[in-house]
């Protein structure tokens, strides 16, 4: 094959090389010499030119064949476009369909109905294709959580907290607990295929919780504490927030009762020169950048061997977290994940 063979060429540069054939041929060259300067066969020059004669210069136009894009679909472009923002914006309980996720049979009987149109689950996959649409795992929000008070917080209030905490010099800390327990083993073990592996756990099981800070400059605050979060062992986690703390801390947490407990509040004002505190919208753990810490540490602890006597599992929990404070870089690249660069 030449090096500019014009067999290589999209339609738009075959047009282009044609024209350069008639520009040859009008300047006197010969066919055999048009070719090789061209990359095209004497024969195909030959050609051209018979076309050119008859024709004029529309006539050596290469057209594309076939059927034109679009033609001979079951739906139209305009359905096609409604189809694309109905999975986008809605989930298929929103329209009355029996599905939690929108699958290919979900997607079948959306488009059934709504634009009386039957397609077959393959075609449904052709389409879900053609969109550039992929299965995916998909973020769980809690039900009870109110859109407009999220888009309140990422477009107001937060910017508000920012632009106080830089007037104030004060740093912005991201606060949650979460617990564990001896019993919570996660992930997957290589056996012999149809023989399920059994892991042995202490069934007198036992758990602890933690408290912890993370600032967008990777440092961390944590706690080991046992039993359920209440005034006292916050107000004692604060308080060495506080104490480590070179400026004003700005708190940000959930909405859990305790946060906003009367003891609480009354210490946070005895103390507001030295500490803030701020909520996020109801039922949205995913706006706090924390909950990433917790997941890591989870994941840390249920991945070793399942805690056979009491404080196994609270130094584990430990050793991760005081890597995860000497390792600060891994801290901030909590704040990278979508749902909380906003944070970052």
């Not at 014009?6 to 520009?23: G, H, K, P, W």
């Not at 909950?291 to 840390?300: F, Y």
Request: hydrophobic share 35%.
């Amino acid at each position: 094959m030449r090096e500019n063979d014009s067999r290589t060429l999209n339609l738009a540069a075959l047009n282009e090389r044609r024209s350069q054939v008639i520009a040859c041929l009008k300047k006197g060259m010969t066919q055999k010499a048009t070719a090789e300067l061209c990359g095209m066969a004497q024969g195909s020059v030959g050609k051209i030119k018979k076309r050119f004669d008859n024709g004029g210069r529309k006539a050596v136009v290469v057209v594309k064949h076939g059927r034109p894009t679009g033609k001979g679909r079951t739906l139209t472009s305009e359905q096609e476009k409604d189809a694309q923002m109905v999975i986008a914006d809605r989930t298929p309980d929103q329209i009355k369909l029996p599905y939690a996720l929108w699958t290919r049979q979900a997607v079948r009987e959306m488009i059934e109905r709504r634009y009386d149109r039957k397609l077959s689950v393959r075609g449904v996959g052709e389409y879900l294709k053609r969109w550039d649409y992929t299965p995916q795992k998909p973020l769980q929000k809690a039900y009870e959580q109110r859109p407009a008070a999220v888009r309140k917080w990422l477009d107001e209030d937060f910017p508000k907290l920012k632009a106080l905490a830089k007037v104030e010099g004060a740093e912005i800390l991201w606060c949650d607990e979460t617990g564990l327990r001896s019993d919570d083993v996660r992930g997957r073990s290589y056996a012999l295929k149809g023989k399920t592996p059994t892991i042995r756990v202490n069934q007198k099981r036992h758990g602890c919780s933690i408290i912890s800070t993370v600032t967008n400059k990777g440092s961390m605050r944590w706690m080991v504490f046992q039993g359920a979060l209440n005034a006292k062992i916050l107000i004692n986690f604060l308080r060495r927030v506080i104490k480590g703390a070179s400026r004003k801390c700005f708190v940000v947490l959930d909405n859990l009762r305790v946060h906003h407990s009367k003891k609480v509040t009354e210490w946070v004002e005895r103390n507001t020169d030295k500490i803030e505190l701020f909520f996020l919208p109801s039922y949205s753990p995913e706006l706090n950048p924390v909950e990433l810490a917790n997941a890591s540490l989870k994941h840390a602890v249920t991945t070793h061997a399942p805690a056979r006597r009491k404080g196994q599992m609270e130094k584990v929990a430990s050793t991760h977290l005081k890597h995860l404070q000497r390792n600060p870089e891994k801290v901030v690249a909590f704040f990278q994940k979508e749902c909380v660069k906003y944070a970052a």
